[in-house]
């Protein structure tokens, strides 16, 4: 089932393109993030952060910033109240450094002020005598180098054996592949108030993407017991994976109780890049076996992510990369090996994406190797090897939902190439307003990739939602902690719930923590099968006392969980995931030889979405997503010189402008009902992200016959080849 | 104010000049024209001084965003003395001359010699960048610039070549190559030598490549986050190349 | 905090003391933080993001790039400023935001809605090139710009219907 535009729905209902309720106060400037935020008698927060990749603290002289009017408290690792260390998957990282800074951002001391400014200069006042230590920052080192934490340096390692690792193909392919640290460069800087109450607890408002673990980690930092932090979900500016861990959550916490006042925190744009997570960098090591008909015989991989300095979900991330490592193709044999390790680079964690776009970049430039090698057209090879439901992964385990990839590569690859202009503006050339291409020496390029990954949280996470849904003179309220960072999960609720209850007004309440279980987290592309999970049954058991007779106020809360995960085993084998989503994408590029400059023409592309539940939503993640994989493959990338971050900026972390966004055909959306998952439904936010880099990176090859093993592509790397 | 705005600087007293008549706008003077410091990039960038200094008007549009050029100023740009700053190739191709105004009086300085390092100016303190002051020339004018986006970027390299058909005379500056713009004398002397200034054309193809090759071997470019000093000079060549060739379309070979 | 100074603002059509602010402070930190009008958002502070776009006099800028001392005397115009036509509350561009699905996470979106104005004032019928270059300025992270263009490509075509109407209008 292929839909090319909307079905006819109901107004505000499932399958319609609903109004946003968020939307009018967002037009308008009315709607309150997080920086929006105040309180009466409210301090600004400010935490002082290692200039150093690595060093050892000898001291640290708070005196002559309390000596500055206006500070109200300045707080270092001995007054963290609880745990001075945080973490999603291992509390390995200090709320305030105390003996060593590992990374150049690292949080070092917090203090409050009665102005920005003021907070600003007694952070510049405060004196740390650090003694330098030689940075790690190799990634390929850090698996053998002593280690820089008493954690060790491997956060996770992995080995995938599937059928026969011996065996060998006719043809054989073989490269390494990079990519470098992308940032999730949201626009909404990291920022929250916190307040202290009267009995030693504190309510928090925060931009996040996943209240409950907030809470949890703060309570443990703070040494309270959870109830007495209540978190309020502050509006989100965009997360993409780098609001999962916390920030300054603790640190805005601790000053409130320490000061007694509500403090605010924003982060200035230089901060939110040292402060928050990023894409892991990858090396991948390769080798495609494949007989001479181009069957894949076995994939060969070595695959080493750089974690940074602390844990944050380096090990899921490490998982998935293995797990999707060889493709959406049918792979008898495979030998896949990953190490996710620590360095004195920035920490790294959750992406959209998530190891699927690292892995999808390399597995889709070794098809496009081997079909070169093969002499056969690309497309042509991935259909030979494509994977359809009932086929395994090299994990042994078996997709059993839809998998309608042999339809994204058809319907996508049947888009027609956009016509050539004859004469293009210079403005619409590679090099843009700077004027610099000449037409004769511009080369068109296409390329293609298809790439998949998991939806919902995997190898054994018990992955859960709440809502609760209450119906009260015709209208119905739901409450959910599911974080809304701009995908639409407030409008897509309410449609759940007209859909259900056949009622036009639904309201939805604030996510907090305090009424109302976790939702989990928004990643993993889960919230549509998760949360809207939960509230569709919850609505469902209100119907059915409704349907019962009942009258007055009826409520019901519903905890909606996943089917069972387990962990892989000693051979990277077992049921890790519930389900997957895949897409293809076609990218034409056209690049200045000479400069190596790349302007994305178009892109064309096929999602597997199970149903679509609001039209314009799809579309909106799928345009969006699409944009950060331009961006990863031309532009995007965390600039390190040992271990030291130098384009911490808007000005020299260049993400894509409406001038180098290309036009997005979207050729089909697949409509195979997901058995499972609510409405048949998948999540959509990811798979925009993973194979567009790979399809962008394959045009440019393709108009310039470089191997292009590195993503970003910089100018350089065409220029000089 | 971005420095402002980063804590990196701290003023205790601010003086305004956006409301200084004398300072905005542009008006002609003979076969100069007379750039007021406040002239903003906007102003630059269409009418009637566009037409009359395209280079400039090329310049201006790639700087920054609409918004940024709504209000950044030339007399801003060269008193930052960035190496990238987007005017300060084109102004040193024109010859351009800066009118500075002190207690002392006012004095005139071509603007190489008042650029004198990496954001380094021979201005004094309590002096006053008032007036650019440029010449009208007949001939090409081209002025590109290499960034990693096709908007709002950071130059990797600049070119700009002015051709005056009357002095029968090619001139390059170039920018984001070394700590001040560069004039390429060595290949302005070689385009100039290999022009058919009757006709107005380039001798041949291979004359622009070579002006290129000249122009990147004038260059101290840098490796830095933003670049390469390598392919600093090769888009220095290629560039150019370009720019002379659209400037003065060479004869056929 | 150390010098303070006290100015005077047109904002949006009205007058607004700003009392005892340091001197440094930007347009937008003094919009935000003392006027109480967060609509201008601070996502760089450089001028490289545009979510603080706004109008000063005539001109579209980043209120994070303008002093707010030296907007004395001069018309400042921002999001909250905004009124639609015949008493709707909304403009037509806020209006094809949000048909066009041009809204997400909302951040990018009062400056953009700020650009989209600004552009449209200017000029009316802009070609593809001519929309994106004026809303190049303007950073958005989850759109990928494309609600974005198709909203203010709405916009035109509404504005051609509705002029069109008028001149066929009775007389």
Known sequence: ?721 | MVEVNAGRRRPSSVVSLTRVPELAGWHREGDEIVLGACLTYADMERGELAALVPALAQAARTIGSPQIRAVATLGGNIGTASPAGDTLPVLAALDAVVEVAGRAGGRRVPLLELITGVKKTSLAPGELVTAVRVPVLRGGQEFLKVGTRNAMVISVVMVAVVVDLDGQSVRAGLGSVAPVPVRAREAERYAGEHTDWSRGRLAGPAVARRFGELCAESTAAIDDHRSTADYRRRAVAVCAARALARALPPLEA | ?171
């Open chain 3, 1 to 171: 905090m150390t010098e303070t100074v006290t100015y005077e603002l047109m904002v949006n059509g009205e007058r607004r003391v700003v009392e005892g602010s340091w001197l440094g402070e930007s347009l937008l930190f003094a919009l935000r933080e003392r006027l109480g009008l967060p609509g201008s958002k601070n996502a760089c502070e450089q001028g490289e993001c545009g979510s603080c776009s706004v109008r000063l006099d005539d001109r579209l800028v980043c209120a994070c790039l303008v002093l707010a001392a030296d907007a004395q005397g001069r018309s400042v115009t921002t999001v909250e400023g905004l009124t639609g036509a015949d008493g709707d509350a909304l403009t037509d561009v806020q209006r094809a935001f949000l048909d066009e699905g041009g809204v997400q996470c909302g951040f990018c979106t009062p400056g953009l809605v700020m650009s989209v104005h600004d552009l449209l004032d200017r000029n009316p019928t802009p070609d593809d090139l001519e929309l994106r270059e004026a809303i190049s300025g303007n950073l958005c992270r989850c759109t990928g710009y494309g609600r974005i263009l198709a909203a203010a490509r709405t916009v035109v075509a509404r504005r051609g219907e509705a002029s069109l109407h008028e001149s066929e209008g009775p007389a």
């Open chain 1, 1 to 721: 089932m292929t839909v090319t535009g909307e079905r006819t729905a109901t107004a505000g209902r499932l399958g319609h393109s609903a109004a946003r309720p968020d939307g009018v106060p967002k037009v308008s400037g009315q709607f309150a993030f997080s920086s929006d935020l105040s309180a009466d008698g409210m301090v600004w927060g400010h935490v002082l952060r290692s200039p150093h990749p690595h060093a050892r603290i000898r001291s640290i002289d708070i005196g002559p910033a309390l000596a500055i009017p206006g500070v109200h408290t300045v707080l270092t690792a001995d007054d963290v109240l609880g745990d001075n260390s945080f973490g999603l998957e291992h509390a390995d990282q200090p709320v305030l450094a105390h003996d060593v800074v590992r990374f150049t951002g690292e949080a070092v001391a917090a203090l409050a002020a009665d102005h920005p400014d003021t907070a600003r200069r007694a952070a510049q006042a405060i004196v740390v005598d650090y003694e330098p230590l030689e940075p790690l920052i190799d990634a390929e080192e850090a698996i053998t180098a002593p280690p820089i934490h008493p954690a060790g340096n491997i956060f996770r390692q992995l080995v995938i054996r599937q059928g026969d690792t011996s065996a060998e193909g006719e043809v054989v392919v073989e490269a390494t592949y990079e990519v470098g640290m992308q940032d999730q460069a949201f626009m909404g800087p990291e920022s929250g108030l916190a307040i202290p109450d009267d009995d030693g607890g504190v309510d928090l408002h925060m931009s996040t993407q996943w209240l409950h673990v907030d809470r949890d980690q703060v309570a443990a930092c703070l040494g309270l017991p959870t109830e007495k932090v209540r978190l309020t979900l502050a509006g989100v500016g965009g997360a993409f994976g780098a609001r999962e861990d916390v920030s300054m959550q603790v640190h805005i916490c601790l000053l409130a109780l320490h000061t007694r006042r509500p403090v605010k925190m924003v982060f200035t744009r230089e901060e939110s890049f040292l402060g928050h997570v990023h894409r892991h960098p990858a090396r991948m090591h390769y080798r495609h076996h494949a007989t001479r008909d181009g069957r894949l015989v076995k994939v060969e991989a070595r695959i080493v992510l750089d974690g940074g300095a602390y844990a944050s979900t380096s090990g899921p991330v490490l998982v998935n990369a293995c797990c999707f490592a060889a493709g959406p193709y049918v792979v008898p044999n495979a030998l896949i090996e990953g190490w996710a390790v620590r360095t004195n680079n920035p920490p790294c964690g959750a992406m959209r994406g998530f190891g699927a776009v690292q892995a999808c970049f390399a597995h889709e430039s070794q098809m496009d190797l081997l079909a070169a090698e093969l002499g056969m057209d690309p497309v042509e090879l991935r259909l030979r090897n494509v994977m359809k439901s009932g086929d395994r992964i090299p994990t042994g385990q078996v997709v059993s939902g839809a998998a309608p990839v042999e339809e994204l590569i058809r319907t996508c690859a049947a888009v027609p190439l956009p016509p050539l202009d004859p004469s293009p503006a210079v403005m619409s050339m590679p090099g843009g307003s700077g004027r610099t291409a000449d037409p004769a020496r511009v080369r068109r390029g296409v390329g293609f990739a298809v790439g998949f990954k998991n939806l919902m949280y995997s190898a054994g996470f018990d992955d859960y939602s709440t809502a609760r849904v209450r119906l009260e003179d015709g209208v119905a309220t739901v409450t959910c902690a599911a974080a809304e960072v701009g995908q639409g999960f407030v409008t897509l609720a309410q449609q759940i719930v007209r859909e259900v209850l056949a009622v036009d007004e639904v309201v939805v309440a604030p996510a907090e923590t305090v009424t109302i279980g976790s939702a989990g987290s928004t990643s993993a592309s889960r919230q549509t099968w998760m949360s809207g999970g939960a509230v569709e049954r919850a609505a469902l058991a209100v119907r059915a006392r409704v349907d019962a007779g009942e009258a007055g106020p009826i409520e019901e809360t519903y905890e909606h969980h996943h089917p069972p995960t387990f962990p892989l085993d000693e051979n990277g084998q077992g049921v890790a995931h519930v389900s997957y989503v895949f897409a293809a994408h076609r990218a034409v590029v056209d690049v200045d030889l000479d400069l190596g400059l790349v302007r994305v023409v178009e892109i064309a592309t096929s999602q597997d979405v199970g149903r679509v539940l609001n039209p314009l939503q799809v579309t909106g993640q799928i345009e969006g997503g699409i944009a950060q994989g331009v961006g990863l493959a031309v532009m995007e990338e965390i600039v390190l010189d040992r271990g030291l971050v130098r384009n911490a900026s808007f000005t020299d972390y260049l993400i894509p402008t409406a001038l180098d966004m290309p036009d997005v055909t979207i050729a089909a959306l697949v409509e195979e009902p997901e058995p499972g998952a609510p409405f048949g439904a998948k999540g959509v936010g990811e798979p925009p992200t993973i194979s567009s880099s790979a399809a962008v990176a394959a045009a440019v090859r393709d108009a310039t016959g470089l191997a292009l093993p590195r993503i970003p592509i910089r100018p350089q790397d065409i220029a000089l080849a």
